[in-house]
């Protein structure tokens, strides 16, 4: 069975979407996307897509949440649900020492306030606002791909 990949997305973004629909059906995936536009009811465009498919939001800040809401309440799950920021600044959880610190694109970054090279995670916590953001170790000698 080919994995279908929903990319939801919004005017802004189409492009960067366009570029991912094209990797992912160059891999031999199935792939379509849903722009936010005028007179879309994203909801009911949802329902209409198999429940196994793996969703990829691309959006600034505010808007993936509301996003990502949509996607959950049309019956995805959270683990099939990856955001792909654009623009904009957003906020870090150093699993570490607890420090919540805005970040911008770039995943890896240093904790302002435990000084560990922290990495962004696709979790966000609605508890903290924030994406739970885990340290990142210079020796890569784990190289364990599966997921259970
Ligand atoms: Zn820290």
């Not at 916590?125 to 885990?134: E, K």
Request: glycine fraction near 6%; proline fraction near 1%; charge should be negative.
């Amino acid at each position: 069975m080919i994995l279908k990949t929903i990319i939801l997305t919004d005017q802004n973004n189409m492009e960067r979407a366009c570029d991912r629909k094209n990797d992912i059906q160059q891999a031999g995936g199935n792939c379509r996307i849903l722009g936010l536009e005028e007179g879309i009811d994203l909801e009911k465009e949802l329902s209409f897509q198999p429940l196994g498919a793996q969703i990829l939001i691309i959006a600034e800040k505010d808007l993936i949440q509301n996003l990502r809401q949509l996607a959950i309440k049309a019956g995805f799950k959270q683990k099939d649900i990856t955001l792909i920021h654009t623009g904009g600044s957003f906020n870090a959880f150093c699993s570490q020492c607890h420090h919540i610190q805005t970040f911008t694109q770039q995943k890896e970054f240093d904790c302002a306030n435990c000084h560990q090279t922290i990495e962004a995670s696709d979790h966000f916590s609605a508890y903290h606002q924030a994406y739970l953001a885990y340290p990142v170790f210079t020796q890569k000698n784990q190289s364990d791909e599966t997921k259970g």
